[in-house]
C-alpha cells in the first residue's frame, strides 16, 4: 500500500465475500501506477512458474502475438475487447467460489468521436459475483459497488502510455514518468490539476495472480489491453518518453497549451466539464 493505508482492504492474501461492502477510498491519480507495482510485488513470487496461480490453481497463458489492434484507447471497440479478456482470464485463472470482486475504467473527457449518445460513457467492466464472471463495456452500478479496482481518470492523462508493453520495471517506470507529467503540468498551469484517480483498490491475490500471468514475457491484462490497442492521432507529433508518455519538459507552448486543453483543464479552474 503506498503510504498510511489505514483500515484499507490490502490483505493480499484474502478475498471479499458477499455481501458487499459500501467502503470506498480515494487515490490520487499519480500514485496510481506505483500501487499497483506494489500490490503487484506482494503477492507474485519471484519463482513464481508461468500458468500457475500463486494458490496453484492453474490459469492460462494469453499470447499476445495472436492480437491486433481493434480500436483506439478509450473506444467502444476497444473497450468490448478488453472487458471479454478481462472476464475470460478471470474465468480460466479458477476464482474461488465466494468471491465478490470487481474491475472499472472510466476514461473521462475523451474525444468526440469515441462516444455516442448510445454510448456516452467511455469505458469498461468486469467482474466476478460467487462464482458468475461477466464483463462488458456498459459498467453496472452492481460492479461500481463491489469491492475491487474503481477508477476515472482523465483520457489523455492516460492515452498515450497505455499502449506501451511492459513488466514490472515498466510499470514503476510509467509510475515516475507520469508523477513528473502532474508535476510540470502543475507547474506551468499553476496548480495541480484533477485528472482523475482510485475511488477503491482491492486486489485479492487469485485475481492478482490471474491478470498478470506471462507479464514478464509481454502477457497479462495490460499487455494484452496494449496490443489491442490503435494509435490516437493527438500524440502523433507531441514528444513521449520511451514507454509513451507525454514528455511536458520537451514540447513547444503551442503543444503544452494543446496537451492541457486535450486534459480539458485549463489555469483558471481546477478543472473543466466534459
Given at each position: 500500500m ?5 483500515d484499507?482492504?490490502?490483505d493480499?492474501?484474502?478475498?471479499s465475500k458477499c ?8 487515490f490520487p491519480i499519480k500514485?496510481w ?18 500458468g ?6 492453474a490459469?492460462?497463458?494469453i ?9 483506439e484507447f478509450?473506444s467502444?471497440e476497444?473497450?468490448?475487447?478488453c472487458?471479454s479478456f478481462?472476464a475470460?482470464?478471470l474465468e480460466i485463472?479458477d476464482?474461488p467460489?465466494d ?5 472499472s475504467?472510466?476514461y ?5 468521436r469515441?462516444?455516442?449518445?448510445e ?7 468486469f467482474?466476478?459475483e460467487?462464482?458468475v464472471?461477466s464483463g462488458?463495456?456498459e459498467i453496472p452500478?452492481?460492479c461500481l459497488a ?7 481518470i482523465?483520457?489523455a492523462?492516460v ?6 508493453l511492459?513488466?514490472m520495471?515498466g510499470q514503476k517506470?510509467r509510475g515516475i514518468?507520469e508523477?513528473q507529467?502532474?508535476?510540470?503540468m ?5 496548480y ?11 486486489w485479492?491475490?487469485?485475481v492478482v495472480?490471474a491478470l498478470t500471468?506471462?507479464v ?6 495490460h ?6 490497442q490503435?494509435?490516437?492521432p493527438?500524440f502523433?507529433?507531441?514528444p513521449?518518453t520511451e514507454?509513451?508518455v ?13 496537451f492541457?486543453?486535450?486534459c ?7 478543472s473543466v466539464?466534459c
Amino acid at each position: 500500500m503506498y503510504g498510511d493505508g489505514g483500515d484499507l482492504r490490502h490483505d493480499m492474501g484474502g478475498v471479499s465475500k458477499c455481501p458487499k461492502t459500501d467502503a470506498r477510498y480515494d487515490f490520487p491519480i499519480k500514485i496510481w501506477v506505483k500501487y499497483l507495482s506494489r500490490v503487484f510485488e506482494k503477492v507474485l513470487s519471484p519463482n513464481q512458474d508461468d500458468g500457475q496461480s500463486k494458490e496453484g490453481n492453474a490459469v492460462s497463458f494469453i499470447d499476445v502475438r495472436g492480437l491486433k489492434p481493434v480500436g483506439e484507447f478509450g473506444s467502444r471497440e476497444w473497450c468490448e475487447a478488453c472487458a471479454s479478456f478481462g472476464a475470460k482470464i478471470l474465468e480460466i485463472g479458477d476464482m474461488p467460489a465466494d468471491l465478490c470482486w470487481g474491475f472499472s475504467e472510466v476514461y473521462t473527457c475523451p474525444p468526440e468521436r469515441l462516444i455516442s449518445p448510445e454510448w456516452p460513457q467511455s469505458g469498461y467492466y468486469f467482474m466476478v459475483e460467487n462464482g458468475v464472471v461477466s464483463g462488458g463495456a456498459e459498467i453496472p452500478e452492481v460492479c461500481l459497488a463491489t469491492p475491487g479496482f474503481h477508477v476515472s481518470i482523465r483520457w489523455a492523462f492516460v492515452c498515450n502510455q497505455s499502449r506501451s508493453l511492459y513488466g514490472m520495471a515498466g510499470q514503476k517506470q510509467r509510475g515516475i514518468e507520469e508523477a513528473q507529467l502532474t508535476r510540470q503540468m502543475s507547474e506551468y498551469i499553476g496548480y495541480e490539476p484533477d485528472l482523475g484517480g482510485i475511488s477503491e483498490a482491492f486486489w485479492p491475490a487469485p485475481v492478482v495472480s490471474a491478470l498478470t500471468v506471462g507479464v514478464e514475457e509481454g502477457s497479462g491484462l495490460h499487455n494484452i489491453a496494449a496490443t489491442l490497442q490503435s494509435p490516437s492521432p493527438e500524440f502523433a507529433e507531441l514528444p513521449t518518453t520511451e514507454l509513451g508518455v507525454p514528455d511536458f519538459s520537451k514540447m513547444s507552448t503551442e503543444q503544452k497549451d494543446s496537451f492541457i486543453d486535450l486534459c480539458r483543464i485549463d489555469r483558471k479552474a481546477l478543472s473543466v466539464p466534459c
